[in-house]
């Protein structure tokens, strides 16, 4: 075995060992670290859903109507 120091984040001590870590999957050490997986939000910040309703009432139906 190899000694390997790991940074501590989170206040989650890290494996102390290389070959401790090797063959084991993400979600494995992500769940033997009781993490929770985050996701990012689907939708971007500068979404202005009062524009998105104006277009889609006014700018659409002309488009879908076509020349």
């Known amino acids: 075995m190899r000694d390997v120091e790991f940074p501590v984040h989170c206040g989650v001590p890290a494996p102390t060992d290389v070959d401790r870590v090797e063959g084991v999957g993400v979600a ?25 309703a104006r277009w889609i009432a006014h700018e659409w139906p002309r488009i879908k109507k076509g020349p």
């Open 28 to 52: 494995a050490l992500i769940g033997r670290l009781r993490w929770s997986l985050q996701r990012p939000e689907r939708r971007a910040v500068e979404r202005d859903d009062s524009e998105i």
